[in-house]
């Protein structure tokens, strides 16, 4: 930082009782009252140097005492006195901090060169030009302090020359910046580091208020000459040093009268930083928008805000990992953990823009990836939120329910959700395990999966029936399957015709058995999916029924696949009954 010093004497400026004065031989002949103190000082020092003492005090007798009040002085008291003691020749230290009270200050008394050559007003302008505006942190210093003089900095030009020497340093190529700055991200060693990062600059600009840190950020957007993604994180460096962390926050503080103004000043803030987001995907990360909305769901930010970043993070859920939709649920009026209607309301938004884009447009199947993506990342969040024993059934149902049927090729991972769920909540009533294993799709569940959930005793017994089923109408369906490839290869091997005749003569009376009942199975399978899916198999809550199903279980184990159909007939017709 760049320091100015003026001036020789010592300080002999003092307080006397509600007054402040300098040591002197000569009695105070000029009295200055600013704000609530009064100086007791001297006409000759300040009125050769102070074009505005000298026309206040041209109408008045020279000879008299003189009292005059100021209180309208930019910077108040603390700038008056930096100016007085220049005109004492008393040793002063200027820098960036204050820079501007004194400057406005003396421009307010006008000690400019018009009153005295060399004047206090153009020291100050030197010192601005070459030395603030050529340093780096010395300019964002000075543009943070015009917060407290708004107009004087907007009239003297102040604001806009400490941005455009902020822009210049922030355009300039990295290879380039030989000043320092303060970059403190983990993991970077900025000693062993032989290049500059591109986002140097963004924690330092990060210290100021949210319309002076609003300015640079427009009009370096308006040169396009640096990527979206690098004023992306100007604005998380930026959201991360003003915004509160919503996981430490309780409900009840937002009673007080304090709180409130701090929730206005965040919400202000936070409003701004969506309305700066560049609108090019992937300039912030999903899992930033996913925090700003969460944040703005705590401060209560309008409506236009809250849809603008649901639709930005439904734009890039694909993106999202499961960390990145964990938020607390800091609603009073809620009991579970997790704020499970963000995420709905971001799910909801994705399924509204892929019922726009069908299927049959995309070419290079990217939405369907896309699609596919963001349904595994909602059931491993599922997993996560099903161990909340204060979450309801409805919950984890609409948010399974909200991606269409195409997003989840296996069920595995839903499975393992459901299983979670009923394991956290073994209170659970009948009707609610219903509603939660309707979700579950059993053809999609892989053979180690389905193996599983024939022996999980959590589970309806209905459900068990559809596993078992379905396992095995699919294991029938492969045998005959491999079978009829073991068949055309064998054809196609180019055998002799007496080995082509044998061939076809053997598996005849095999092949009219198997086709009979591959052609019963076609019969028996849609009748049962039909009673499972539309509930005639009902669950049996008996030891009886629990047997039933154990010991058809172990049969069909032993059976070979042509008798397998009687063993699911009899299951289907018992559990029916039942």
Known sequence: MKFMKLGTKPDTFYTQEASRTVTSDVPADLTLRVNNISYLLHKFPLLPKCGLLQQLCSSLDELESITLDINDIPGGEEAFELCAKYCYGITINLSAHNFLPAFC?????????????????????????????????????????????????????IVRRCIDSIMEKILTPASKVSWSYTYTRPGYNKKSQQSVPRDWWTEDIAILDIDLFRCIIISIRATN???????????????????????????????????????????????????????????????????????????????????????????????????????????????????????????????????????GKDENGEVLKSLRKVAKVIDLYLQVIAKDVNLPVSKVVTLADALPDIAR???????????????????????????????????????????????????PLRTVVQVMFFGQVKGLRDSNALQRVSHNLTIGEGQTLEGQSRSKSMPA???????KDHENMKGLAP?????????????????????????????????????????ISKLVHSMGKG
């Open 527 to 567: 009748e049962s999916e039909r009673k499972v899916a539309i509930g005639e198999i009902e669950e049996v809550g008996s030891v009886k029924g629990k047997e039933v199903i154990e010991q058809a279980r172990l049969q069909m184990e032993k059976l070979g696949p042509s008798n397998k159909k009687r063993e």
């Open 509 to 515: 009376s095999r092949s009219s058995g198997k086709n």
């Open 105 to 157: 200050a003396a421009k307010y008394l006008k000690m400019l060169e018009s009153v005295e050559k060399g004047n206090f007003v153009l020291k100050l302008e030197t010192f601005f030009s070459t030395c603030i505006l050529e340093g780096w942190k010395d300019s964002i210093i000075t543009l943070q302090t015009t917060s407290k003089l708004p107009e004087w900095s907007e009239n003297l030009g």
């Open 409 to 459: 090729p296996e069920h595995d991972e839903l499975y393992k959700a459901i299983n979670t769920y009923l394991k956290e909540h073994p209170q659970l009533e009948k009707a609610d395990k219903k509603r939660l294993c309707r979700i579950l799709d059993c053809q999609k569940l892989s053979p180690h999966v389905r193996a599983h959930a024939v022996k999980n005793e959590r589970l």
């Open 225 to 359: 000459m640096l990527p979206p993604q690098l004023l992306g994180e100007a604005l998380h460096v930026y959201a991360s040093r003003w915004l509160p962390n919503t996981t430490r926050i309780r409900a009840m503080e937002s009673s007080s009268s304090q709180m409130r103004e701090i929730k206005d000043r965040d919400r202000r803030i936070l409003e701004s930083i969506v309305s700066m987001i560049p609108s090019d995907r992937g300039s912030v990360s999903v899992g930033f928008l996913l925090k700003l909305l969460s944040i703005g769901n705590f401060l209560g930010v309008s409506s236009v805000v809250k849809t603008e970043l649901i639709r930005r993070s439904s734009l890039q859920l694909d993106e999202a990992t499961v960390n990145d939709l964990l938020f607390p649920s800091y609603s009073s009026s809620q009991e579970f953990m997790y704020d499970t209607e963000l995420v709905m309301a971001v799910v909801e938004s994705l399924r509204v823009l892929w019922r726009r884009h069908p299927l």
